[in-house]
């Protein structure tokens, strides 16, 4: 009996885990756990592994949303934490392999067709080009695949560069979701708990009542217009998540294209195709003819940093 491979995307608020023949690249018995319904990483894999009927597995690919070293993974914004040696042993696995979560996304990218992406602007993409993947969830991350046999990937963490302000009206905003120290990361207002503190403070500078107490409800409410904090702050979203892109695209000169992941994205399609993202992500003075074609896309595809997981298993096993 040829033993499955799990594949495993575990971000701040859900953990997502399919199975994979080995040399396939299907994913079977895609399921999504809620973090907080279990103590550890493992536990969660275990009720899993049950729901799915107790397969025998041999090898593990496990993408999280947070740095990754060589002896074991934290979660950035989570609980979970593990030492590769002990979870591998205790799993019972030949192997196990750890990813970021932005890494994995990274490699989905040349598994992901059509049907899985939305474009936002630019024309096409140019062959044999660097691409990158970046965006929004309950932190903000992202990766950069650099063309080669096999794909090199540059994992980052952008979201802890500083949030691209340029105004004085955006300044007092940003001002509120500074940390401790003054730095105001990207993730602060570039993710789903970063809306939500960014909603806030519109409605505290604005002596309004905050009424939305989710990212969900702020883009609900800024869709009907019926809440100003909330139109003004998906506004600032969408125009820091474009610099943001932008400024990527451009350090790296990402003629394949940016990529945006996350689960915030692919929920605010409409926003995301109106104008203000694309002007803000093109808005690069003397470099925007540069920029211009670049395209941008909205990755919809379901789970796929479990692709990214199942294509490094392939690789490792080719």
């Known amino acids: 009996m040829v033993a499955w491979a799990l594949v495993a ?3 701040g608020t859900h953990a997502r885990f399919a199975l994979v023949r080995p ?8 399921r999504t756990l809620e973090n907080a319904a279990f103590a550890s990483l493992e536990a969660a894999v275990r009720a899993y592994l049950g729901d799915s009927g107790s397969p025998g ?62 474009q936002i602007g630019g024309t096409a993409p140019k062959p044999g080009s660097v691409r990158i993947v970046l965006g929004p969830g309950t932190g903000f ?3 950069a695949l650099v063309p080669s046999s096999p794909p090199i990937v540059l994992p980052g963490e952008p979201g802890h560069t500083s949030l691209p302000v340029r105004s ?3 300044a007092d905003v940003a001002a509120k979701l500074a940390d401790a120290d003054g730095h105001v990361p990207v993730e602060n207002a570039v993710s789903g708990p970063g809306l939500l503190a960014t909603y806030r403070a519109c409605a505290e500078i604005a002596g309004a009542t905050a009424r939305a107490t989710s990212a969900a409800e702020i883009v609900e409410a800024a869709r009907d217009g019926r809440d100003p904090s909330a139109v003004q702050a998906v506004g600032l979203f969408l125009t820091w998540l474009g610099r943001t892109a932008g400024d990527a695209a451009m350090q790296l000169r990402a003629e394949g294209g940016v990529y945006i992941g996350g689960g915030i994205a692919p929920k605010m399609l409409d926003f995301m195709q109106d104008g203000r993202f694309r002007q803000a992500f093109e808005n690069m003075g003397r470099m925007t003819e540069l920029i211009r074609p670049i395209p941008v896309y909205v990755i919809t595809a379901e789970a796929p940093a479990l692709l990214g997981c199942a294509a490094r298993l392939r690789s490792q096993r080719a």
């Open 23 to 30: 040399g396939r690249g299907a994913l079977d018995h895609i």
């Open 9 to 11: 995307d575990i971000g």
């Open 57 to 118: 597995i041999d090898a593990a690919a496990i993408a999280m949303a947070g740095p990754v070293y060589a002896d074991g993974a934290q979660l950035t914004n989570g609980a979970w934490g593990f030492k590769t040696a002990e979870l591998q042993s205790r799993l019972g696995l030949a192997a196990l392999t750890l990813l970021n979560d932005y890494e994995a996304l990274a490699l989905s990218l040349p598994e992901i067709d059509a049907s899985g992406l939305v």
């Open 168 to 170: 004085s009206a955006e």
């Open 141 to 143: 991350g992202g990766a």
